[in-house]
Protein backbone atom coordinates (compact mmCIF):
# COMPACT_ATOMS: atom_id res chain seq x y z
CA UNK A 1 0.00 0.00 0.00
CA UNK A 2 2.73 2.52 0.85
CA UNK A 3 4.55 1.83 -2.77
CA UNK A 4 1.42 2.08 -4.68
CA UNK A 5 -1.39 3.67 -5.68
CA UNK A 6 -3.75 0.91 -6.80
CA UNK A 7 -3.03 -0.90 -3.96
CA UNK A 8 -4.02 2.27 -1.50
CA UNK A 9 -7.27 2.18 -3.50
CA UNK A 10 -8.03 -1.64 -2.75
CA UNK A 11 -7.35 -0.81 0.77
CA UNK A 12 -9.36 2.00 1.07
CA UNK A 13 -12.42 0.51 -0.91
CA UNK A 14 -12.35 -2.63 2.17
CA UNK A 15 -11.35 -0.10 4.90
CA UNK A 16 -14.08 2.96 3.99
CA UNK A 17 -11.62 5.17 2.68
CA UNK A 18 -8.14 6.51 2.23
CA UNK A 19 -7.71 8.02 5.67
CA UNK A 20 -8.76 4.68 7.49
CA UNK A 21 -6.63 2.62 6.03
CA UNK A 22 -3.69 5.20 5.97
CA UNK A 23 -4.29 5.13 9.62
CA UNK A 24 -4.30 1.26 9.91
CA UNK A 25 -1.29 0.99 8.13
CA UNK A 26 0.36 3.71 10.21
CA UNK A 27 -0.80 1.62 13.47
CA UNK A 28 1.53 -1.44 12.09
CA UNK A 29 4.61 0.95 11.61
CA UNK A 30 5.18 3.12 13.76
CA UNK A 31 5.96 2.20 17.32
CA UNK A 32 5.53 5.67 18.86
CA UNK A 33 1.70 5.22 18.77
CA UNK A 34 -0.47 2.79 20.51
CA UNK A 35 -4.00 3.71 19.04
CA UNK A 36 -5.68 6.13 16.87
CA UNK A 37 -6.13 8.61 19.62
CA UNK A 38 -3.01 9.22 19.68
CA UNK A 39 -2.05 9.70 16.26
CA UNK A 40 -4.57 12.06 16.02
CA UNK A 41 -3.54 13.97 18.57
CA UNK A 42 -0.12 14.30 17.02
CA UNK A 43 -2.09 14.87 13.45
CA UNK A 44 -4.04 17.58 15.17
CA UNK A 45 -0.54 19.01 16.50
CA UNK A 46 0.64 19.45 13.17
CA UNK A 47 -2.48 21.66 12.28
CA UNK A 48 -2.50 23.82 14.60
CA UNK A 49 1.46 24.60 13.75
CA UNK A 50 0.37 24.51 10.04
CA UNK A 51 -2.67 27.40 11.30
CA UNK A 52 0.28 29.26 13.32
CA UNK A 53 3.02 29.32 10.54
CA UNK A 54 0.12 30.84 8.37
CA UNK A 55 -0.32 33.55 10.58
CA UNK A 56 2.61 34.19 11.53
CA UNK A 57 4.02 34.53 7.90
CA UNK A 58 1.15 36.87 6.84
CA UNK A 59 3.27 39.55 8.79
CA UNK A 60 4.07 42.61 6.38
CA UNK A 61 7.70 43.14 8.74
CA UNK A 62 8.71 39.58 8.29
CA UNK A 63 11.87 39.03 6.87
CA UNK A 64 14.15 36.15 5.95
CA UNK A 65 17.84 35.83 7.26
CA UNK A 66 18.88 36.74 3.57
CA UNK A 67 16.45 39.38 3.42
CA UNK A 68 15.66 37.80 0.24
CA UNK A 69 12.23 37.47 0.99
CA UNK A 70 9.48 37.88 3.66
CA UNK A 71 6.53 40.80 3.57
CA UNK A 72 4.45 39.26 0.32
CA UNK A 73 2.30 37.26 1.42
CA UNK A 74 0.83 40.46 3.40
CA UNK A 75 0.78 41.82 0.11
CA UNK A 76 -1.39 38.71 -1.47
CA UNK A 77 -3.54 38.87 1.40
CA UNK A 78 -4.64 42.50 1.14
CA UNK A 79 -5.26 42.19 -2.25
CA UNK A 80 -7.43 38.81 -2.36
CA UNK A 81 -9.13 40.22 0.80
CA UNK A 82 -10.08 43.46 -1.35
CA UNK A 83 -11.70 42.26 -4.23
CA UNK A 84 -8.09 42.47 -6.46
CA UNK A 85 -7.52 38.95 -7.21
CA UNK A 86 -7.56 37.76 -10.44
CA UNK A 87 -9.00 34.54 -9.53
CA UNK A 88 -11.39 35.40 -6.71
CA UNK A 89 -11.14 35.51 -3.25
CA UNK A 90 -11.15 31.77 -2.34
CA UNK A 91 -7.84 31.14 -4.71
CA UNK A 92 -6.61 34.94 -3.41
CA UNK A 93 -6.15 33.50 0.03
CA UNK A 94 -4.98 30.44 -1.01
CA UNK A 95 -1.94 31.70 -2.76
CA UNK A 96 -1.96 34.11 -0.01
CA UNK A 97 -1.11 31.27 2.44
CA UNK A 98 0.90 29.59 0.56
CA UNK A 99 3.58 32.62 0.27
CA UNK A 100 2.67 33.18 4.06
CA UNK A 101 3.54 29.55 5.30
CA UNK A 102 6.46 29.46 2.84
CA UNK A 103 7.61 33.21 4.23
CA UNK A 104 7.83 31.86 7.60
CA UNK A 105 9.80 28.95 6.99
CA UNK A 106 12.60 31.40 5.14
CA UNK A 107 12.30 33.55 8.16
CA UNK A 108 13.53 30.39 10.67
CA UNK A 109 9.86 30.19 11.77
CA UNK A 110 8.03 26.98 13.09
CA UNK A 111 6.38 24.95 10.07
CA UNK A 112 5.71 21.63 9.15
CA UNK A 113 7.43 19.85 6.57
CA UNK A 114 4.92 18.81 4.05
CA UNK A 115 6.09 16.69 2.62
CA UNK A 116 9.27 18.93 3.02
CA UNK A 117 10.22 22.39 4.47
CA UNK A 118 10.73 23.98 0.91
CA UNK A 119 7.05 23.12 -0.09
CA UNK A 120 5.36 23.26 3.34
CA UNK A 121 2.90 26.06 2.39
CA UNK A 122 0.78 24.11 -0.42
CA UNK A 123 -1.11 21.94 1.81
CA UNK A 124 -1.66 24.18 4.72
CA UNK A 125 -3.16 26.61 2.29
CA UNK A 126 -5.53 24.79 1.03
CA UNK A 127 -6.69 23.10 3.63
CA UNK A 128 -7.03 25.94 6.36
CA UNK A 129 -8.65 28.47 3.63
CA UNK A 130 -11.01 25.54 2.66
CA UNK A 131 -12.12 25.19 6.24
CA UNK A 132 -12.50 28.84 6.12
CA UNK A 133 -14.60 29.02 2.93
CA UNK A 134 -16.61 25.42 3.64
CA UNK A 135 -16.34 25.02 7.04
CA UNK A 136 -15.27 21.78 7.07
CA UNK A 137 -14.53 20.63 10.62
CA UNK A 138 -11.03 20.23 12.00
CA UNK A 139 -11.47 16.31 12.41
CA UNK A 140 -12.65 16.82 8.52
CA UNK A 141 -8.85 18.49 8.20
CA UNK A 142 -6.94 15.42 9.85
CA UNK A 143 -8.57 12.99 7.78
CA UNK A 144 -7.78 14.96 4.71
CA UNK A 145 -4.21 14.99 6.37
CA UNK A 146 -4.02 11.37 6.27
CA UNK A 147 -5.51 11.11 2.54
CA UNK A 148 -2.22 13.94 1.77
CA UNK A 149 0.28 11.80 4.08
CA UNK A 150 -1.12 8.71 1.99
CA UNK A 151 -0.34 9.54 -1.65
CA UNK A 152 3.29 11.62 -0.40
CA UNK A 153 4.26 7.60 0.95
CA UNK A 154 3.97 6.25 -2.66
CA UNK A 155 5.41 9.10 -4.10
CA UNK A 156 8.19 8.84 -1.38
CA UNK A 157 8.82 4.99 -1.88
CA UNK A 158 8.18 5.23 -5.47
CA UNK A 159 9.76 8.29 -6.63
CA UNK A 160 11.28 11.10 -4.55
CA UNK A 161 10.95 13.93 -2.40
CA UNK A 162 13.98 15.44 -2.27
CA UNK A 163 14.57 18.00 -4.57
CA UNK A 164 18.68 17.17 -4.50
CA UNK A 165 17.24 13.56 -6.11
CA UNK A 166 14.03 14.39 -8.32
CA UNK A 167 14.04 18.37 -8.58
CA UNK A 168 11.58 20.87 -7.44
CA UNK A 169 8.96 18.50 -8.97
CA UNK A 170 9.62 15.79 -5.75
CA UNK A 171 9.11 19.09 -3.65
CA UNK A 172 6.59 21.34 -4.64
CA UNK A 173 4.79 18.61 -7.14
CA UNK A 174 4.62 16.19 -4.38
CA UNK A 175 3.31 18.81 -2.07
CA UNK A 176 0.72 19.47 -4.92
CA UNK A 177 -0.22 15.97 -5.33
CA UNK A 178 -0.72 14.96 -1.73
CA UNK A 179 -2.56 18.37 -1.93
CA UNK A 180 -5.41 17.71 -4.97
CA UNK A 181 -6.12 14.24 -3.31
CA UNK A 182 -6.66 16.17 0.06
CA UNK A 183 -8.85 18.90 -1.57
CA UNK A 184 -10.80 15.88 -3.44
CA UNK A 185 -11.82 14.59 -0.47
CA UNK A 186 -12.47 17.44 1.17
CA UNK A 187 -15.10 17.74 -1.75
CA UNK A 188 -16.71 14.58 -1.39
CA UNK A 189 -14.57 13.27 -3.96
CA UNK A 190 -14.63 9.45 -4.05
CA UNK A 191 -10.65 7.46 -3.49
CA UNK A 192 -10.48 6.69 -7.47
CA UNK A 193 -11.36 10.61 -7.88
CA UNK A 194 -8.54 11.41 -4.89
CA UNK A 195 -6.25 9.22 -6.91
CA UNK A 196 -7.08 11.26 -10.39
CA UNK A 197 -6.72 14.95 -8.63
CA UNK A 198 -3.14 13.76 -7.56
CA UNK A 199 -1.86 12.24 -11.17
CA UNK A 200 -3.01 15.56 -12.32
CA UNK A 201 -1.08 17.55 -10.22
CA UNK A 202 2.03 15.65 -10.60
CA UNK A 203 1.45 15.40 -14.38
CA UNK A 204 1.17 19.33 -14.27
CA UNK A 205 3.85 20.05 -12.51
CA UNK A 206 5.88 16.95 -14.19
CA UNK A 207 10.04 18.18 -14.73
CA UNK A 208 9.67 21.20 -12.46
CA UNK A 209 13.37 21.46 -11.68
CA UNK A 210 15.07 22.61 -8.75
CA UNK A 211 17.14 25.91 -8.82
CA UNK A 212 17.42 27.84 -5.68
CA UNK A 213 19.48 30.99 -5.88
CA UNK A 214 22.55 31.51 -3.61
CA UNK A 215 21.31 27.44 -2.55
CA UNK A 216 18.91 29.01 -0.13
CA UNK A 217 15.16 28.18 0.51
CA UNK A 218 13.78 31.19 -1.03
CA UNK A 219 13.86 32.54 -4.88
CA UNK A 220 12.11 30.77 -6.22
CA UNK A 221 11.09 28.20 -3.77
CA UNK A 222 8.59 30.56 -2.14
CA UNK A 223 6.58 31.80 -5.01
CA UNK A 224 6.64 27.98 -6.39
CA UNK A 225 5.30 27.21 -3.21
CA UNK A 226 1.62 29.20 -4.89
CA UNK A 227 2.04 28.07 -8.07
CA UNK A 228 1.84 24.77 -7.11
CA UNK A 229 -1.17 24.90 -4.60
CA UNK A 230 -3.11 26.47 -7.88
CA UNK A 231 -1.99 23.69 -9.86
CA UNK A 232 -3.77 21.97 -7.14
CA UNK A 233 -6.59 22.94 -6.92
CA UNK A 234 -7.54 23.12 -10.69
CA UNK A 235 -6.57 19.65 -10.65
CA UNK A 236 -8.97 18.71 -7.79
CA UNK A 237 -11.17 20.08 -9.83
CA UNK A 238 -10.90 18.65 -13.39
CA UNK A 239 -11.08 15.20 -10.73
CA UNK A 240 -14.20 16.45 -8.89
CA UNK A 241 -16.14 17.62 -12.37
CA UNK A 242 -15.66 13.84 -13.33
CA UNK A 243 -12.77 13.98 -15.65
CA UNK A 244 -10.30 10.58 -15.28
CA UNK A 245 -6.73 10.76 -15.64
CA UNK A 246 -5.74 8.87 -18.74
CA UNK A 247 -2.52 8.19 -17.31
CA UNK A 248 -2.88 5.90 -13.79
CA UNK A 249 -1.46 7.31 -10.46
CA UNK A 250 1.38 4.86 -9.92
CA UNK A 251 2.21 5.01 -13.64
CA UNK A 252 2.57 9.03 -13.56
CA UNK A 253 4.71 9.00 -10.17
CA UNK A 254 6.94 6.63 -12.03
CA UNK A 255 7.59 8.74 -14.43
CA UNK A 256 8.27 11.85 -12.67
CA UNK A 257 10.92 9.36 -10.80
CA UNK A 258 12.18 8.73 -14.37
CA UNK A 259 11.85 12.56 -15.49
CA UNK A 260 13.95 13.16 -12.15
CA UNK A 261 16.46 10.64 -12.81
CA UNK A 262 17.23 12.58 -16.53
CA UNK A 263 17.76 15.98 -14.77
CA UNK A 264 21.42 17.45 -15.07
CA UNK A 265 22.73 18.00 -11.50
CA UNK A 266 22.83 21.48 -12.03
CA UNK A 267 18.81 21.32 -12.12
CA UNK A 268 18.78 19.22 -8.84
CA UNK A 269 19.47 21.78 -6.00
CA UNK A 270 22.88 22.80 -6.60
CA UNK A 271 22.37 26.20 -7.60
CA UNK A 272 23.67 26.05 -10.50
CA UNK A 273 21.10 26.09 -13.13
CA UNK A 274 17.77 27.65 -14.06
CA UNK A 275 16.75 30.72 -11.65
CA UNK A 276 19.71 30.01 -9.54
CA UNK A 277 22.02 31.13 -13.08
CA UNK A 278 20.19 34.06 -13.99
CA UNK A 279 22.96 36.98 -14.15
CA UNK A 280 20.95 39.23 -12.27
CA UNK A 281 20.67 36.82 -9.45
CA UNK A 282 24.37 35.91 -9.12
CA UNK A 283 25.97 39.21 -9.69
CA UNK A 284 27.73 38.26 -13.31
CA UNK A 285 29.86 35.58 -11.95
CA UNK A 286 27.49 32.68 -12.69
CA UNK A 287 29.01 29.80 -15.12
CA UNK B 1 9.73 6.01 6.54
CA UNK B 2 5.95 6.69 7.54
CA UNK B 3 3.20 9.21 7.81
CA UNK B 4 4.65 11.43 10.40
CA UNK B 5 7.46 11.60 7.81
CA UNK B 6 5.34 13.13 4.98
CA UNK B 7 3.39 15.00 7.36
CA UNK B 8 5.89 16.17 9.33
CA UNK B 9 8.33 16.76 10.87
CA UNK B 10 7.39 19.92 13.09
CA UNK B 11 10.95 22.02 12.56
CA UNK B 12 12.43 25.63 12.70
CA UNK B 13 12.82 26.38 8.69
CA UNK B 14 14.40 27.06 5.77
CA UNK B 15 15.63 23.79 5.80
CA UNK B 16 15.34 19.94 6.96
CA UNK B 17 18.93 18.91 5.72
CA UNK B 18 20.81 22.56 6.75
CA UNK B 19 18.78 23.78 9.80
CA UNK B 20 16.80 20.67 11.48
CA UNK B 21 19.33 18.24 10.60
CA UNK B 22 22.13 20.63 11.70
CA UNK B 23 20.32 21.65 15.29
CA UNK B 24 20.31 17.80 15.32
CA UNK B 25 24.02 17.24 15.29
CA UNK B 26 24.66 20.21 17.59
CA UNK B 27 22.36 18.79 20.29
CA UNK B 28 24.01 15.29 19.84
CA UNK B 29 27.03 16.72 20.05
CA UNK B 30 26.09 18.34 23.54
CA UNK B 31 24.37 14.97 24.48
CA UNK B 32 27.59 13.12 24.48
CA UNK B 33 29.45 15.82 26.37
CA UNK B 34 27.14 15.53 29.15
CA UNK B 35 27.73 18.84 30.06
CA UNK B 36 27.19 22.42 29.35
CA UNK B 37 28.89 23.73 26.36
CA UNK B 38 31.89 26.68 27.42
CA UNK B 39 33.46 26.21 24.00
CA UNK B 40 32.56 24.88 20.38
CA UNK B 41 34.64 24.70 17.22
CA UNK B 42 32.22 24.39 14.16
CA UNK B 43 34.05 23.32 10.94
CA UNK B 44 31.61 23.44 8.11
CA UNK B 45 31.95 21.19 5.33
CA UNK B 46 30.86 21.05 1.45
CA UNK B 47 27.15 22.53 0.94
CA UNK B 48 27.05 23.62 4.90
CA UNK B 49 30.06 25.90 3.43
CA UNK B 50 28.77 27.72 1.41
CA UNK B 51 25.46 28.56 2.72
CA UNK B 52 25.63 28.20 6.46
CA UNK B 53 24.38 32.01 6.67
CA UNK B 54 21.87 31.34 4.73
CA UNK B 55 20.08 28.16 5.90
CA UNK B 56 20.85 29.11 9.24
CA UNK B 57 23.04 26.48 9.84
CA UNK B 58 25.14 28.24 12.02
CA UNK B 59 22.53 29.35 14.40
CA UNK B 60 21.10 25.75 14.40
CA UNK B 61 24.22 24.25 15.46
CA UNK B 62 24.33 26.62 18.06
CA UNK B 63 21.37 26.51 19.07
CA UNK B 64 21.54 22.46 19.47
CA UNK B 65 25.16 22.94 21.14
CA UNK B 66 22.69 24.76 23.99
CA UNK B 67 20.45 21.19 24.09
CA UNK B 68 17.47 23.18 21.81
CA UNK B 69 15.25 20.59 19.69
CA UNK B 70 14.74 21.36 16.03
CA UNK B 71 11.36 22.49 16.59
CA UNK B 72 12.85 25.77 19.27
CA UNK B 73 11.88 29.01 17.93
CA UNK B 74 14.70 29.61 20.16
CA UNK B 75 17.31 28.56 17.66
CA UNK B 76 16.97 31.68 15.64
CA UNK B 77 18.24 33.70 18.35
CA UNK B 78 20.91 31.24 19.81
CA UNK B 79 24.04 33.35 19.19
CA UNK B 80 22.18 35.66 21.82
CA UNK B 81 21.22 33.28 24.09
CA UNK B 82 24.87 31.62 23.93
CA UNK B 83 26.15 34.69 24.64
CA UNK B 84 24.25 35.14 27.66
CA UNK B 85 25.04 31.74 28.58
CA UNK B 86 28.23 31.98 28.37
CA UNK B 87 29.30 29.62 25.13
CA UNK B 88 31.93 30.54 23.30
CA UNK B 89 31.94 29.53 19.54
CA UNK B 90 34.11 29.92 15.93
CA UNK B 91 32.62 28.95 12.68
CA UNK B 92 34.89 28.34 9.84
CA UNK B 93 34.86 26.38 6.58
CA UNK B 94 36.70 23.42 6.01
CA UNK B 95 37.12 20.82 3.33
CA UNK B 96 37.08 17.04 4.03
CA UNK B 97 38.32 14.75 1.31
CA UNK B 98 35.36 11.87 0.69
CA UNK B 99 32.68 13.63 2.65
CA UNK B 100 29.06 14.24 2.73
CA UNK B 101 28.45 17.59 1.09
CA UNK B 102 26.87 18.51 4.62
CA UNK B 103 29.27 17.47 6.88
CA UNK B 104 30.00 19.37 10.19
CA UNK B 105 32.90 18.66 12.16
CA UNK B 106 32.33 19.95 16.17
CA UNK B 107 34.74 19.91 19.46
CA UNK B 108 32.84 20.82 21.90
CA UNK B 109 34.41 21.54 25.46
CA UNK B 110 32.88 21.73 28.87
CA UNK B 111 33.36 23.66 31.67
CA UNK B 112 35.32 20.35 33.52
CA UNK B 113 37.47 20.20 30.61
CA UNK B 114 36.22 17.38 28.90
CA UNK B 115 35.75 17.31 25.55
CA UNK B 116 34.18 15.56 22.54
CA UNK B 117 34.51 16.10 18.81
CA UNK B 118 31.77 14.65 16.68
CA UNK B 119 31.73 14.40 12.31
CA UNK B 120 28.73 14.27 11.37
CA UNK B 121 26.21 14.74 7.98
CA UNK B 122 22.89 15.82 7.43
CA UNK B 123 21.59 13.31 5.33
CA UNK B 124 17.60 14.77 4.36
CA UNK B 125 14.86 15.15 5.49
CA UNK B 126 16.25 16.61 9.32
CA UNK B 127 17.63 12.80 9.62
CA UNK B 128 21.66 13.06 10.65
CA UNK B 129 25.00 10.11 10.94
CA UNK B 130 27.38 10.52 12.81
CA UNK B 131 30.32 9.07 11.43
CA UNK B 132 32.98 9.84 13.56
CA UNK B 133 33.50 10.25 17.47
CA UNK B 134 36.88 11.51 19.12
CA UNK B 135 38.56 10.41 15.90
CA UNK B 136 37.07 7.00 15.74
CA UNK B 137 34.89 5.60 12.76
CA UNK B 138 31.12 5.20 13.88
CA UNK B 139 27.97 5.13 12.75
CA UNK B 140 24.59 6.06 13.98
CA UNK B 141 22.02 8.23 13.77
CA UNK B 142 19.99 9.16 16.73
CA UNK B 143 16.75 8.64 14.92
CA UNK B 144 15.67 5.96 17.87
CA UNK B 145 16.35 6.31 21.32
CA UNK B 146 20.26 5.10 21.00
CA UNK B 147 22.65 4.43 24.11
CA UNK B 148 26.29 4.94 23.51
CA UNK B 149 29.13 3.68 25.52
CA UNK B 150 32.96 5.17 24.98
CA UNK B 151 35.01 2.04 27.02
CA UNK B 152 37.79 0.25 26.66
CA UNK B 153 37.74 -2.95 24.50
CA UNK B 154 38.19 -5.47 27.24
CA UNK B 155 36.37 -9.30 27.21
CA UNK B 156 32.56 -9.77 28.98
CA UNK B 157 32.14 -5.48 27.96
CA UNK B 158 29.05 -5.97 25.65
CA UNK B 159 27.65 -9.10 28.59
CA UNK B 160 28.30 -6.32 31.07
CA UNK B 161 25.76 -4.20 28.83
CA UNK B 162 23.28 -6.82 27.95
CA UNK B 163 22.99 -7.74 31.66
CA UNK B 164 22.05 -4.17 32.67
CA UNK B 165 19.04 -3.45 29.68
CA UNK B 166 17.52 -6.82 30.38
CA UNK B 167 17.82 -5.92 34.16
CA UNK B 168 15.74 -2.76 33.17
CA UNK B 169 13.66 -4.79 30.82
CA UNK B 170 14.61 -3.11 27.78
CA UNK B 171 14.57 -4.94 24.32
CA UNK B 172 18.04 -3.92 21.92
CA UNK B 173 16.61 -3.13 18.32
CA UNK B 174 20.03 -3.03 16.69
CA UNK B 175 23.85 -2.74 18.26
CA UNK B 176 26.93 -1.80 16.62
CA UNK B 177 30.49 -1.90 18.26
CA UNK B 178 33.12 0.37 17.09
CA UNK B 179 37.08 0.01 17.97
CA UNK B 180 40.73 0.94 16.90
CA UNK B 181 42.41 -2.11 17.63
CA UNK B 182 41.96 -4.93 19.92
CA UNK B 183 42.07 -4.18 23.71
CA UNK B 184 42.12 -0.07 22.67
CA UNK B 185 39.27 2.35 22.82
CA UNK B 186 35.96 1.05 21.69
CA UNK B 187 32.21 2.55 21.28
CA UNK B 188 29.14 0.65 21.63
CA UNK B 189 25.93 2.15 20.03
CA UNK B 190 22.95 0.26 20.93
CA UNK B 191 19.06 1.76 19.53
CA UNK B 192 16.59 0.68 22.33
CA UNK B 193 13.13 0.12 21.88
CA UNK B 194 12.21 1.89 25.26
CA UNK B 195 13.78 4.01 27.89
CA UNK B 196 15.97 2.07 30.37
CA UNK B 197 15.88 3.05 33.79
CA UNK B 198 18.15 6.07 35.25
CA UNK B 199 19.58 3.60 38.02
CA UNK B 200 20.56 1.05 35.20
CA UNK B 201 22.31 3.42 33.17
CA UNK B 202 23.79 4.76 36.53
CA UNK B 203 24.91 1.12 36.77
CA UNK B 204 26.78 1.71 33.48
CA UNK B 205 28.55 4.69 34.39
CA UNK B 206 30.00 3.02 37.28
CA UNK B 207 31.41 -0.40 35.17
CA UNK B 208 34.86 0.44 35.11
CA UNK B 209 36.70 0.69 31.66
CA UNK B 210 33.33 2.73 30.64
CA UNK B 211 34.63 6.06 30.16
CA UNK B 212 31.50 7.74 28.77
CA UNK B 213 27.74 6.63 28.90
CA UNK B 214 24.96 8.79 27.06
CA UNK B 215 21.66 7.82 26.37
CA UNK B 216 20.24 9.90 23.29
CA UNK B 217 16.76 10.95 22.81
CA UNK B 218 16.52 13.64 19.99
Known sequence: MERSVSKLLRRAAERGGIAAAMREWQLRHDDTVTNNEQMDARMREALAVMRDSAEKGLDPALRSVSRLTGGNAAKLMQAALSGQSAGGSLLGRVCARALAVAECNAAMGRIVAAPTAGACGILPAALITMQEEYGYSDEQLIDALYVAGAFGLVIANRASIAGAQGGCQAECGAAAGMTAAAVAFLKGGTPAQQADACSFALMNLMGLVCDPVHGLVEVPCVFRNVGAVSVALSAADMALAGIGCPIPCDEVIDAMRQVGDALPASLRETGEGGCAACPSMCGGECQ | ?218
Open chain 2, 1 to 218: MNVFDIIGPVMIGPSSSHTAGAARIGRITRLLLGEPVRTAHIRFHGSFAKTWQGHGADRAVIGGLLGLNVDDENLRRSRKLAAEQGMEYDISPVQVRGAHPNTVIIEAIGGSGKTVTVQAASVGGGSVLVQYLNGMEVGFSGSKTTLIIQHKDVPGAIAKVSRLLAASRTNIATMRVFREEAGGRAVMALELDSVPEETHIDALRNVPGFDSVTLLRV
